[in-house]
Nanobody, 119 residues
């Protein structure tokens, strides 16, 4: 069992930056991969980026390289540095953990943090 607690969301003007954090606790193996997803109103949840414990990164290209995922293994925390934010980045951002990259999205989810970008 893993618990994920996100923080860092908020309201930001277009062009600005935000840094999301997600602190994980619980089953060590189930935190092997930590990921960020987002869900905009009326849209499906999508993967933003994922990172393994060995720092292998999965980036599906949803944000054109504007966001950077990183993790601090000593603190079991994953970060999402979001730069050059656009109104279309407005969404609830979810942290997720999984046993492996092959099982992305099949583990534990955080409660989500709202990011709102205004122009």
């Amino acid at each position: 069992q893993v618990e994920l607690v996100e923080s860092g969301g908020g309201l930001v003007q277009a062009g600005g930056s935000l840094r999301l954090s997600c602190a994980a606790s619980g089953n060590f193996a189930e935190m092997n991969v930590l990921a960020w997803y987002r869900q905009a109103p009326g849209k499906q949840r999508e993967l933003v980026a994922a990172i393994s414990r060995s720092n292998t990164i999965i980036d599906p290209g949803a944000v054109q390289g504007r966001f950077v995922i990183s993790r601090d293994n000593a603190k079991n925390t994953v970060f999402l540095q979001m730069n050059s934010l656009k109104p279309e980045d407005t969404a609830v951002y979810y942290c997720a953990s999984s046993l492996s990259l092959a099982t992305l999205g099949q583990g534990t989810w955080g409660q989500g943090t709202q990011v709102t970008v205004f122009s």
